[in-house]
């Protein structure tokens, strides 16, 4: 029996995210995950909640081109202060207990 969850694969997780980019126009796609490198590469908009869940504590627009691909996506300086910033918000929510 096992103790934790199973992790995605890496090229499972891939192509999961290469099918969240290349989605239909108008169709909404709401993923969840702890990987802020990943919610900033496949994201349009980041929610960070409170450290209760309960609440969203901002609403952080992704505003890196439509067409990011793995290696591409997280190269330029956007990418960077996006993930910067989650991830203090994250820390400041985590003090707030």
Excluded: W, Y
């Excluded at 796609?29 to 990943?38: G, N």
């Amino acid at each position: 029996m096992l103790d934790a969850p199973l992790a995605v694969a890496a090229r499972t997780r891939a192509e999961l995210e290469n099918l969240i980019l290349r989605q239909r126009p108008g169709m909404t796609t709401l993923p969840v995950t702890h990987d802020i490198d990943e919610a900033v590469h496949v994201g349009k908009r980041m929610i960070v909640p409170s450290s209760s869940l309960t609440m969203a504590l901002e609403d952080l627009k992704i505003d890196l081109s439509a067409m990011r691909d793995r290696i591409g996506t997280r190269s330029p300086r956007g990418f960077a202060g996006l993930r910067g910033h989650g991830c203090a918000r994250i820390q400041r929510a985590k003090g707030a207990r």
